[in-house]
């Protein structure tokens, strides 16, 4: 399926693995030019060579923390009329709330919640002048299936769920769509890490945890990073103008509900 992006541009954070490299990846086989962040400038300078040598489309590296405001001001700046804008935060490491301060809940608000907010109140007008925007937040599954030690982020994630659901509502009528995407359990580095954290807390082998967790999803396995990727440039595809306001569960179907 032709998405109808080529020739568009997008903003993809968190870009230079797992994710948010494969959704920039797939946009760039659409024929998206490229604006990436990333805090990791070596892996985000290979990964834009990367994608620049396979899709033969424009790739700016922007190595910055989205939670920092000169980095936010430097990658707009870099991609004056994006069309696509995806955000991609790390979460919190679990714990006990008991344990968290302030400065815990701080920080994980300014990285989840309001660095979001913030790149999309620079980019959304711009978009609704054009009459065309597709925004698309990763998010969490946690939002859906708040897991206990997983607090900081259920309660920061749930906050830019709750945003987007108003602000959406208000854009879509002049061509720009905002939607959530949630995924479950995913192999990436960022998976990999919360299982050695769940280790640490536990004191259980990492191979048990990570095997009983692919072993408790329906699908029996870990998603891949590309699935997550395809669903998010199917959202910002040119079919995608009746989808807004949503949060859409990419988790193998372990959330047992309905709506």
């Known amino acids: 399926m032709d998405l109808g992006l080529k020739g568009k541009a997008a903003i993809v954070c968190g870009a230079s693995r797992g994710m948010g490299r494969a959704t920039a990846e797939m946009l760039a086989a659409e ?3 490229l604006t990436l962040l990333a805090r990791n400038p070596e892996r985000l300078e290979a990964a834009a060579a990367d994608i620049r040598a396979r899709f033969g489309v424009t790739v700016t590296a922007v190595a910055g923390d989205v939670t920092r405001a000169e980095d936010r001001d430097r990658l ?3 991609c004056l009329a994006p069309d696509i804008l995806v955000t991609n935060a790390d979460g919190m490491p679990p ?4 344990a968290w301060s302030r400065d815990d809940w701080i920080a994980a608000l300014d990285a989840m919640m309001l660095a979001p ?3 999309m109140k620079a980019t959304v007008d711009g978009m609704m002048n054009r009459g065309f925007g597709r925004i698309v937040n990763i998010v969490s599954r946690s939002v859906k299936s708040p897991q206990a030690e997983m ?3 259920n309660g920061a994630r749930s906050g830019l769920v709750g945003f987007v659901a108003g602000l959406s509502r208000q854009t879509v009528a002049r ?3 905002i939607n959530n995407v949630l995924p479950g359990i995913v192999a990436t580095d960022a998976q990999k890490h919360h ?3 769940l280790s640490a ?3 259980r082998p990492f191979a048990d945890l990570w095997a009983e967790r692919a072993a408790q999803n329906p699908a029996g396995r870990y998603g891949e990073a590309s699935e997550i990727g395809a669903t998010i440039a199917f959202l910002c595809s040119a079919h995608a103008g009746f989808i807004t306001g949503q949060s859409l569960l990419v988790d193998g179907g372990q959330y047992p509900g309905t709506y």
């Open 31 to 33: 024929g998206v030019a």
């Open 95 to 98: 714990g006990d709330f008991r």
């Open 201 to 203: 807390m536990t004191g």
């Open 195 to 197: 299982v050695d954290k």
């Open 151 to 153: 607090g900081l982020s």
């Open 175 to 177: 061509g720009v769509t």
């Open 117 to 119: 907010i913030a790149l």
């Open 76 to 78: 707009v700046a870099a």
